[in-house]
């Protein structure tokens, strides 16, 4: 009977605190667009029976294009299905879901827990969370806001133990009148150690206790906590399977300038993009690009190309495709190249725009953006582009970004040679002609040969 009240309970938290929902034929996605980097609060949440691993995963793909990342959540843990999904590249978390039932071990002091509002945790969770690998300022105030949907969507009470007047540790309470779950128990590292994660969660299960006849936690399967849970009278009685396919590592990296933001998109925004391409680039009758790329343009090769072009990305061989956004809206890409970077330090640009987006300003605007990325970022010590001639929009950009003319080869778009002129831009001759903020470049070096 417990077991069905924590389902129940975690199942009408869900739905309260998600900003939409997308029934799916095994499952449900639950997402919150406010916070697309919170794995935790966008998911496919699948319970009961499921189909096989590739059709959970082709669920997944469709039901999450506007992410990033994926996740399913298996409520029910299931060894056999979540072995296959790993096989789809997926990486299991099991959680296990403790219950308490009896009385801890032993009791210890909690003179320093006290009730706080949440706000007063915002500045250590987020310092917190800028000091992992993987943390940024975004990340944080994501992860902070996510927190403020959930305070929404279900009575939450918030613990700390203070220290020096400081937070050392925290945890919550969430409450629905009948059932508690405590939750989000974290230590600050500079006070691990201490046993404050014991005195935190003694704290918060008496409170709990006073008005709730089922309380309950989660904790991850192979980390140390279960058994710190176990000596305070926790037993466990369910089982949760996460699986998250983790986004590439370049998603992190951001280019801003004062009008455009130059990053990887997701597959709802290359569809978005694939629009813009359709409706037109150039005119017809003149090829501008070396590949014809654009003739006989169909969104699977379009999709595809794009997911190929992140897949094989590697030190030594690499092209990085940054789709352009202006006002929140995909208007084209900038691309930034190179082959043994290590060695060469050159690097080569490509990019196209929608035809309703040229003559704005927006092709300077972007190509001076990775080549600050290229410049400034990455050490490189020279640019190369280049242009069909005839090209006068792509030639101009140059022109206005001071590269050298180096000479003319020939290229054969449509089958039939025409001339294309070799440009090159030597690191010290560039001078951005806007400002450009680079972000989420930290640790991502080596994926370029740097």
């Not at 059709?55 to 793909?61: G, I, S």
């Not at 305070?232 to 998603?251: E, I, K, Q, S, Y």
């Not at 597959?267 to 003149?286: K, N, S, T």
């Amino acid at each position: 009977m417990s077991v069905q009240r924590i389902r129940e309970f975690r199942r009408a938290l869900e739905l309260a605190a998600a900003e939409r929902q997308v029934p799916t034929a095994h499952g449900i996605g639950l997402f919150a667009d406010s916070v697309p980097s919170v794995y935790d609060a966008n998911y496919l949440s699948v319970e009961g029976s499921r189909p096989e691993a590739d059709v959970l995963a082709a669920e997944a793909d469709l039901v999450m294009e506007r992410f990033h990342h994926r996740r399913v959540v298996l409520e029910q843990g299931d060894d056999v299905t979540a072995t296959a999904l790993i096989g789809h590249r997926y990486v299991l978390s099991t959680h296990i879901v403790f219950e308490h039932a009896r009385e801890p071990d032993r009791r210890v002091d909690t003179s320093m827990v006290q009730e706080v509002e949440f706000e007063r945790l915002v500045p250590v969770r987020t310092a917190t969370t800028i000091a992992e690998p993987w943390g940024s300022e975004e990340i944080a105030r994501q992860l902070n806001d996510a927190k403020r949907l959930i305070m929404g969507a279900i009575d939450t009470r918030f613990f700390a133990a203070i220290v020096d007047d400081r937070v050392a540790a925290y945890c919550e309470v969430r409450s629905d009148g009948r059932t508690a779950q405590i939750e989000d128990v974290e230590a600050v590292p500079a006070y691990r150690g201490r046993g404050l994660g014991r005195a935190i969660v003694q704290h918060a299960l008496d409170r709990a206790r006073r008005a709730h006849d089922v309380v309950f936690l989660e904790a991850l399967a192979d980390d140390w906590p279960r058994l710190l849970y176990a000596r305070l009278g926790f037993a466990a009685v369910d089982r949760r399977d996460f699986l998250t396919r983790f986004p590439h590592p370049l998603t992190r990296l951001q280019l801003r300038t004062p009008r455009l933001e130059l990053r990887l998109p997701t597959v709802f925004e290359l569809r978005q993009l694939y629009q813009v391409a359709q409706a037109g680039i150039h005119d017809p009758e003149f090829m501008p690009f070396e590949t014809a790329w654009t003739d006989g343009l169909s969104q699977p090769d379009f999709l595809a190309y794009h997911a190929a072009q992140l897949e094989r990305f590697n030190p030594a061989d690499w092209e990085l495709g940054l789709v352009v956004f202006h006002e929140g809206r995909p208007i084209g890409v900038q691309a930034l190249l190179a082959k043994s970077f290590a060695t060469d330090r050159a690097v080569t640009t490509g990019s196209w725009l929608g035809r309703e987006y040229q003559g704005q300003g927006f092709g300077t605007e972007m190509r001076a953006a990775v080549l600050t990325l290229a410049f400034a970022g990455l050490g490189a010590e020279r640019a190369c582009s280049g242009a069909i001639q005839g090209n006068t929009q792509s030639l101009g950009v140059s022109r206005k970004l001071a590269y050298e003319h180096t000479g003319v080869a020939t290229v054969s778009p449509r089958g039939f040679p025409v001339p294309h002129d070799n440009l090159e831009l030597p690191r010290d001759r560039f001078q951005s002609p806007v400002p450009v903020e680079v972000e989420g470049l930290e640790g991502l070096l080596p994926l370029f040969g740097g």
